[in-house]
């Protein structure tokens, strides 16, 4: 059995079945993009139609409308727990990008980083499961499948243990915890390939409107930016991608404030 | 770019001493498949120029996975390209000697190897080292770059010898290199097209190379491994999770799980949203449904009869040790294989080889960081396992020490005829009265004492459950005893009758004798009718002060079907009269109104009562895994 995406599924879906089994307080990161929309199908995949933990969205308050419109429908239609995190002081004190009192990286930091710590200590969770991929940007192609974050969240990039033959560290240090990431392996155009191949459902923000415009990569609406497309459908997008040289989030104006701001970020626990 | 649909993937990984050119290599290879990003060569040629430095294909590399700090490869990174075969995965791997371990992360994932050696230094220590550790990884395509052949005048003598030496090295490690390529990863040389600076090489290049890699064969025709991941119960469906490793199963197979030994049928082959076929093959993550209900869990490894693997406590191994500190004989590990968790010791070191220079000794008693070791291991409770050269998914483990994977091996062999059985289990240990806290044992057994109460009317299955039970738990190597209610009244209880009176004195004293054992951390199982709700409440009283968890369980079958049963001929005596007390016909029994468990055993089999007791009991008992930090 060879077909590429037959093998990233299966093994997205061990990956997903080995944290569920060895996390007692496990969650999964639903951003309500492609991947991790991919994720939450693979999770229903791995457990029959069932998704037995709860999903957790961090909402910075700036997100595009429609995402939490979208949000919202899934979790009734799919019967999904979710669970919804928000950095309530940071929004109150106005220190954000969009009230002009933070860069886009430290906005970044304050809402979804900061909002996802809180949540994981009031939560408990010592598993997550988390969409990213090792294509997306430099930082992340040197993730493990199983991430262990110390009690600070912190991600200790020169010194992470060794990982082989799917066995996975899941023992770790009291307060730390681990990020699970199952769709590492997995490119932008294998996503839409399975998409298309699954024939499942997503947020139209991805499709391109009459403007010709559309989302490549979606997040909050102040710092993200749509392309130029004419791709009005998943087919559409795979063909798109198969001749497109630019990179995926250069939509994401956060990633370039500065060289190395992504990378700062993600050491610090971004996920 | 091309526009072909990616249904082949490869995955490839660079490795070589420090300085021998990977990083340019790779950088190299964007070059010549066209994989960067629009503008991004011009930008660092740019650079360069303005910098008033020579361009370096090495710094594209750096400059796509954020090294900018140093320039070494310090963790694996992994980057994407095609040509028009296939998809092609790259692995950087670091060599560097302390990051021997992200090499490894790195290389345990690849399909094939290019491992390069700098044509003006030689074969050097990481050299040998990364080709011993691509034979133990058991990556078999390896090709062999010479590179930097522009700082030996493209000398073919220099080429020749590198690659008889280096032939030689892996010859004694049993590896077989596909070939010898020269190349100059700077210029380009050999690498997308042939130059005339080296007219004597008249092999491939690099990329031509590449697509003449095979992808690893799925292994379909080997005998069946479905190790069990999990058992989900989420709706109606009792679904046995987990990934066929090797092999085929079908619906109608009949199954036989070890280490444990149980039977039972495939019933269906679970998939969602997708095609249902009545078959899975290796490579898929499915889950099964049987026939009859066994108790079976994580760590079962599935297989047909006949073809079986070996289930054992001892087993030989080839392994290398990437820990923070040495491993030592004797100390205690965790060791996971395939889905199997157990504890197990190095029982022998025979050899220690340095893989740099292929030298051993055998006089070692720790294996250190970086070794390379063949040795003896132990494990607490039966293993289900394969030799590596069998069947390579359940034939390799990991242990781990400090919370991390610190070593991995391959497992050459196995006692020929290590079937499991409760003979191979070391004997139960006497236990010190003073000084050996309940904690110490609790530590020992990797499990909680308990007392667990099965109660009911005479027939109604207790003592076939209890057995059952006690049978499953012992060959997993918990401790476990059962009182039997008639076998106590054999001796314990041999004065007492069937009086109200006498009934509740013999509860007392089974109750009494069931602390005891679960004191001393045995997992007690009583098997007694206890009619009266108040002396099952005065049992569970004596464990609550004691602290002992009680669990009660109702075995619920009916009068009218243990009458019909009367295996011991018990209900037609006490209808004639000649049973006087006899429980459900001349004396009470009061129902349990709250069980921890209640099992309708006239509905169920004795295993599928045992397997619902065993999945109860287990949760239970369990340590917490956070505290267990002693293995």
Wanted: charged fraction near 25%.
């Amino acid at each position: 059995m060879h077909e590429h995406l037959v093998e990233l599924e299966n093994q997205s879906i061990y990956i997903i079945r080995e944290a569920f089994h060895k996390f007692e307080n496990l969650a999964m990161l639903w951003s309500i993009g492609k991947d991790s929309t991919v994720l939450l199908w693979l999770a229903r995949k791995a457990f029959f139609g069932h998704v037995p933990f709860p999903l957790v969205h961090i909402d910075t308050s700036y997100k595009i409308p429609s995402m939490i419109e979208y949000r919202d429908r899934v979790a009734r239609e799919w019967n999904l727990t979710m669970v919804v995190g928000q950095n309530k002081k940071a929004l109150e004190s106005g220190n954000t990008f969009p009230a002009g009192k933070a860069t886009r990286v430290e906005c970044c930091g304050a809402l979804k980083k900061d909002g996802l710590k809180a949540l994981l200590e009031e939560k408990n969770y010592n598993g997550v499961i988390v969409g990213v991929r090792r294509d997306e940007e430099p930082t992340r192609a040197k993730e493990r499948y199983f991430s262990p974050r110390d009690k600070n969240m912190e991600w200790n990039v020169e010194d992470q243990p060794p990982e082989l033959w799917d066995q996975f560290n899941t023992d770790f240090a009291p307060g730390a915890h681990i990020r699970v990431h199952p769709l590492l392996h997995w490119t932008e155009l294998n996503i839409w390939e399975y998409i298309e191949r699954e024939n499942m459902p997503i947020i139209d923000l991805y499709f391109a409107n009459e403007k010709g415009e559309r989302y490549r990569s979606i997040g909050c609406a102040p710092c993200t930016f749509p392309i130029k497309s004419k791709a009005s459908n998943v087919r559409e997008i795979i063909e798109e991608l198969k001749t497109c040289k630019t990179s995926e989030r250069s939509g994401r104006a956060q990633d370039k404030e500065s060289e190395d701001a992504f990378e700062k970020l993600r050491r610090d626990g971004y996920m | 770019m091309n526009t072909h649909e990616i249904l082949e993937q490869l995955k490839i990984v660079i490795v070589g001493h420090v300085d021998h050119g990977k990083s340019t290599f790779i950088g190299r290879l964007f070059y010549d498949t066209d994989t960067l990003p629009d503008g991004k060569y011009e930008q660092l040629v740019d650079i360069a120029k303005k910098r008033g430095v020579p361009f370096e294909f090495a710094n594209l590399m750096d400059s796509l996975q954020a090294e900018r700090d140093q320039n070494i490869t310090v963790d694996t990174a992994q980057i994407w390209f095609r040509t028009k075969k296939r998809q092609y995965v790259i692995i950087d791997a670091p060599g560097h000697k302390e990051f021997l371990k992200n090499m490894i992360t790195g290389a345990a994932s690849a399909d094939a190897a290019f491992l390069l050696i700098a044509a003006n230094e030689g074969v050097q220590e990481q050299s040998r080292r990364h080709g011993y550790l691509l034979s133990l990884l058991g990556i078999k395509q390896v090709v062999v770059l010479v590179n930097k052949m522009d700082l030996v005048d493209y000398s073919a003598d220099v080429f020749n010898t590198i690659e008889a030496e280096y032939r030689a090295f892996l010859k004694q490690i049993g590896v077989e290199p596909i070939t010898f390529i020269p190349i100059a990863a700077r210029e380009g040389l050999n690498v997308a097209h042939k130059s005339k600076q080296t007219d004597w090489y008249t092999g491939k290049t690099v990329l031509d190379m590449l697509d003449d890699f095979s992808l690893p064969v799925a292994p379909d025709n080997l005998p069946l491994r479905l190790p069990l991941q999990d058992v989900y119960r989420f709706d109606h469906r009792r679904i046995l999770a987990g990934r066929v490793e090797s092999g085929t199963v079908k619906v109608g197979d009949k199954l036989v799980f070890a280490p444990g030994h149980k039977t039972s049928v495939v019933k269906t082959i679970e998939r969602w949203n997708s095609p249902s076929t009545d078959k899975a093959v290796a490579g898929e993550s499915i889950g099964i449904t049987l026939t009859e209900q066994i108790f079976v869990e994580r760590g079962d490894v599935a297989m047909h009869e006949g073809t079986s693997s070996y289930a054992t406590t001892q087993f030989e191994a080839k392994l290398f040790w990437m820990g923070r500190l040495p491993l030592s004989i004797g100390k205690k590990y965790k060791i996971k294989l395939t889905s199997q968790e157990f504890e197990g010791e190095v029982l022998a070191i025979h050899k220690v080889i340095d893989a740099s220079n292929l030298s051993t000794s055998t006089s070692k008693l720790e294996i250190a960081k970086n070794d390379v070791a063949e040795v003896t291991i132990k494990t607490r409770v039966p293993v289900a396992l394969d030799t590596y050269d069998r069947i390579v998914e359940t034939g390799r483990f990991v242990i781990v020490d400090q919370r991390e994977v610190a070593g991995g091996g391959i497992i050459t062999g196995a006692p020929a005829a290590s079937i499991a059985s409760a003979e191979n289990k070391p004997s139960n240990l006497t236990y010190n009265k003073s000084t050996i806290t309940y904690e110490d044992r609790i530590q020992r057994n990797s499990h909680k004492g308990a007392v667990v109460w099965l109660t009911g009317l005479s027939g109604a299955g207790k003592s076939a459950v209890a057995n059952e039970v006690e049978k499953e738990l012992f060959i997993r190597g918990m401790h476990i005893s059962v009182l039997d209610g008639d076998n106590l009244r054999f001796g314990l209880c041999s004065n007492l009758g069937f009086s109200p009176e006498d009934r509740s004195e013999n509860i007392r004293r089974t109750a009494q004798a069931a602390k005891l054992l679960a004191e001393t951390g045995f997992i007690c199982l009583v098997s007694l009718i206890s009619p009266y709700r108040s002396d099952r409440a005065r049992a569970r009283e004596i464990m609550t002060e004691a602290s002992i968890d009680f669990i009660e369980v109702y075995v619920s079958t009916p009068l009218a079907e243990c009458e019909k049963r009367d295996p011991k001929k018990l209900y037609q005596k006490a209808r004639a009269g000649e049973l006087k007390d006899f429980t459900g016909i001349s004396a009470p029994y009061e129902v349990p109104e709250k069980p921890d468990l209640d099992i309708p055993s006239d509905q169920l089999s004795i295993k599928e009562c045992a397997a619902r007791v065993i999945d109860f009991v287990l949760a239970r008992v369990e340590i917490d895994a956070q505290t267990d930090v002693s293995i």
